[in-house]
Nanobody, 123 residues
């Protein structure tokens, strides 16, 4: 089991930037694909971005070109750099560790979740 702790959420104006961090502990961090999801009130949890164990990245259509996922193997940490934020990006953001060898980057492939961090973008 992997334990995940997010940080970096907050309130920002539209057009601003935030960087979320997710510190992982437990099993070998480098063996896991990692991801970020978000969930706004009354909606389903939505895929935001993922990064494979080898560093390949994937992003959801709604954030492509604005959000960047990265990972620091030495710090066992994954980041989500969010630029050009919009009010519709407002949600609770969750860090995720995928199941070993999973090729499913949706919620079905997730083995562990963080507790979530709130991001609010004002217009």
């Amino acid at each position: 089991q992997v334990q995940l702790v997010e940080s970096g959420g907050g309130l920002v104006q539209a057009g601003g930037s935030l960087r979320l961090s997710c510190a992982a502990s437990g099993r070998t961090f480098s063996n896991y694909a990692m991801g970020w999801f978000r969930q706004a009130p009354g909606t389903e949890r939505e895929f935001v971005a993922a990064i494979s164990w080898s560093g390949g990245t994937f992003a959801g259509n709604s954030v492509k070109g604005r959000f960047t996922i990265s990972r620091d193997y030495a710090k066992n940490t994954v980041y989500l750099q969010m630029n050009s934020l919009k009010p519709e990006d407002t949600a609770v953001y969750y860090c995720a560790a995928y199941q070993p060898y999973s090729s499913n980057y949706g919620t079905g492939g997730v083995g562990s979740w963080g507790q979530g961090t709130q991001v609010t973008v004002s217009s």
